[in-house]
Each structure stands twice: as C-alpha cells, then as structure tokens.
C-alpha cells in the first residue's frame, strides 16, 4: 500500500478559474490579428492549457505540444534535459505562445526556449500558471503569469508528483 502524502490547498478551483480567465484576456489582447502556435510543456500543462485554449474559442490558433522530462520520479530536477516528444509544427516565422504549467528553476523552460529560438519564430513568448522564483536558477522571462508561489512541491490542477494527483482540480502543497 502506498503511504498517503499530506496535501495542503494552496489555490482552490475557482481562483484558478479567475486567473484562467484573465490570462486569456491578455493573450487575445496581444494576439489580436494573429493565429499564434500554442506549444504545451506535457505532461503538467495540458489541463491549464485546455481551459486556457477553451477561453481563446474566437482566436485563430493552432497547438502542438513537447514533452521533456529533467526531474523523473524525484521531487528535485536533475537539471539534464531529455526531450521525450519533439515538435511536429514548424515555428519558423510563426508567433509562439509556450504554455507551461509551472517555473520552478528555470532549466527546463530556459532550454526549450533556446531551442525555439534556434528555429526563428516571428517572436516568442511564455505563459506559466505558476512560478517558483525562490527556486530559481535560470532567468526566465514570463510573458503571462497565473500564480507566484513560495517553496513548495506542488501537485493538482494537471502538475504531478510520479504521475500522480494531476487529477486534482486544486492545487497543493505536497507536504510529505
């Protein structure tokens, strides 16, 4: 049986919802007149990015998604980069949106990015629903942020822990 980790709701659903919302609003603001490439950091940002995309329902766009992997089964990541799933769409003169689920360090985000640049997009930019600046080790510029939050591990809302509670509508403090 597995040992049952303590969860404390750091943003309920409804917040979320609200910061969703807003985040939506921004984007259409700035894409307004373009059909932008949304590319999704997997696993963790494909719940926020279908509410995100939802909320985008009259902006033309199109997504595709990477997946890269530096932490595997540990509560810290390792800081080496695998791309598990590259992408299918050209992002060659294309206005690119990364939607990630959270910054924590840096790493991760900062290498997609340097490797986005390499395949000259008309411009790029980043939407995060949350960040961990405390934890930082690579600057990152975030373009759209949901939540800033302190040092915790978090879980729910589509980020797991060892493919675990992405199920969950909140989001968590994985005390233990």
Known sequence: M???PQLRMLIGRDEIAKAVDRLACEI???YSGKE???IGVLK????FMADL???LDDLPLELDFVNLSSYGSNRD???KITVVQGLRASVKGRDVLVIEDIV???????FLLDYLRTKKPASLRLCTLTEKPSRRRMTVCIDYLGFSLPDAFIVGYGIDFDERFRNLPDIYANEG
């Open 28 to 30: 259409k603001r700035d």
């Open 104 to 110: 924590d360090t840096g790493i991760t985000t900062s």
């Open 53 to 55: 995309v939802r909320r």
């Open 44 to 47: 963790g940002s494909f719940v």
């Open 36 to 38: 932008p490439l949304l």
């Open 2 to 4: 597995v040992a049952q």
């Open 77 to 79: 990541s390792c800081g």
